[in-house]
């Protein structure tokens, strides 16, 4: 396989008044190229904070990375400059993020905000770029792309938006789009809508795609492979059919279990008990175990560490000798 981006043991931390927040704790994931890898997990389990840390987008204070490599294309990013990176990012990567009405500037019509990306990555004059945005904002499926690109934010549907931001993303042609839940502000037939123009234009153009979600439905619509995280740290990978066929971890049992199914009658939906751990004071062992049904006294006081445990599928976890040989 050709990798494309290779994630070591990273680690990116806030320092705040109450304490350290290991936001990302010593995680590592790779993407190969034409790849599409799901991160999933529950809000705070560390999937925005990896993917702003490739971007270099963490604010310093009060983040830091505080260490690992971030190799794109044999690079370490974390080794650049601020000028080399600010080339890479919105070129060879680029980012949806999660709410387009506060990632797109409020005061730049749409078109402003494209034809900025193409001329100071593509070098083009302001009528070729203008050109590359109509054509970008067509690609993505907005009708009237030669008014709306005189629009702003504003006056655009929340799927209108979304739309805008793919566009913004895609027109510098990517190596790696990295999709922070791109539908989660969105009806069920936009969302279908947006990921059904994401399988094509990753199809189109090759490119690789890091989506971050806690909608299973997504996951098993879009991934080749998937990473589940949980509290900081990746808790299970395996390929998309291995995870759903097989799943190992407590955890990510629960969050199957916890989805709604049309052909089983329950009377109430299942939910994972407890809650994620306070990251000011996140127990000694394994973080899960607190909410584990399976938990032993070993998970109280030992963390596991990820372990293959056949077809390229790894757990961190107990149950499957996942001891720690620090």
Do not use: W
Request: hydrophobic residues 40%; aromatic residues 6%; charged residues 25%.
């Amino acid at each position: 396989m050709d990798e494309l981006l290779i994630i070591k043991n990273l680690k990116t931390y806030f320092y705040t008044d109450e304490g350290v927040v290991k936001a990302v704790d010593d995680v590592s994931l790779r993407i190969n190229r034409g790849q599409t890898l799901c991160i999933v997990g529950e809000s705070g389990c560390g999937k925005s904070i990896t993917a702003m840390s490739i971007l270099r987008l963490i604010p310093d204070p009060p983040g830091k990375i505080e260490g690992g490599e971030i190799i794109f294309e044999g690079k370490d990013l974390l080794k650049l400059s601020d000028d080399e990176v600010r080339e890479i990012r919105g070129n060879k990567i680029s980012m949806i993020f999660q709410e387009p009405m506060t990632s797109l500037n409020p005061v730049f019509t749409i078109g402003n905000q494209i034809i900025e990306a193409i001329m100071l990555h593509q070098k083009l004059d302001k009528k070729e770029a203008t050109k590359k945005s109509v054509e970008a904002l067509k690609l993505v499926g907005i009708p009237r792309a030669e008014e709306i690109i005189n629009a702003y934010p504003h006056e655009l549907s929340g799927g209108m938006r979304q739309r805008a931001m793919i566009a913004m993303a895609m027109v510098c042609n990517p190596t790696l789009l990295i999709a922070d839940e791109p539908t989660t502000a969105l009806d069920v037939t936009i969302q279908a809508q947006i990921l059904d123009l994401m399988r094509k234009l990753k199809e189109e153009t090759k490119t690789s795609i890091m989506l971050i979600t806690h909608d299973l439905g997504v996951v098993a619509e879009m991934a080749e492979y998937v990473t589940v995280m949980y509290a900081g740290k990746v808790v299970e990978e395996a390929d998309v059919i291995e995870l759903f066929k097989n799943p190992k971890h407590p955890y990510t049992l629960g969050l199957l279990e916890s989805k709604p199914q049309i052909h089983i009658d329950k009377e109430k939906l299942y939910s994972i008990p407890g809650q994620v751990p306070n990251p000011f004071n996140l127990p000694k062992g394994c973080y899960f175990f607190p909410r584990c049904e399976r938990a032993m006294e070993i998970c109280k006081e030992v963390m596991p560490t990820l372990k293959e445990v056949g077809n390229g599928h790894k757990v961190a976890c107990h149950l499957y000798g996942g001891d720690n040989n620090e």
